[in-house]
């Protein structure tokens, strides 16, 4: 009687389930290694970084003092070394449950989680955006 319809999840696959690759036909699953992040689909295209080689790095919070404090250390640190990224803030909280992130603030770099919970030091932004040390 309690049968679940084809294709429907219910709610804690659909917050911790897998993720779709963020490409074009969004039939493929992102996977991060550690190292590298690779896109396994179809199309073999990439996920959010296809755009024109832009890095996209999100701060995920509710607009709390850390948040703006972890927008505002990547923003310098990306004019500092004049990086051409799309810094974007994201606070609605069903786009920050997609992530899996139950503390904030979360910095989320080309689709992958790289901070939870804490405002990022100027050290760890530059190795999540890939500057020597």
């Not at 999100?58 to 990306?78: D, F, H, N, S, T």
């Not at 990224?85 to 786009?95: G, P, Q, R």
Request: one cysteine or more; proline letters at 4%; aromatic letters at 4%.
């Amino acid at each position: 009687m309690n049968a679940k319809k084809e294709g429907k999840q219910g709610f804690w696959a659909s917050l911790f389930g897998r993720k779709p690759c963020g490409c074009a036909c969004g039939e493929g699953i992102k996977m991060d290694t550690g190292a590298t992040t690779a896109s396994t689909c179809a199309c073999q295209t990439e996920g959010p970084q296809a755009e024109g080689g832009k890095r996209t790095v999100k701060v995920l919070g509710p607009g709390c003092a850390k948040c703006k404090a972890a927008y505002q250390a990547i923003e310098r640190v990306a004019a500092e070394h004049h990086l051409d990224i799309t810094l974007t803030k994201v606070d609605d909280i069903a786009e920050i449950m997609a992530y899996n992130v139950l503390t904030t603030p979360a910095v989320v770099v080309d689709g992958v989680v790289k901070i939870k919970g804490h405002v990022p030091t100027e050290r760890e932004i530059k190795e999540m955006l890939g500057l020597s040390g």
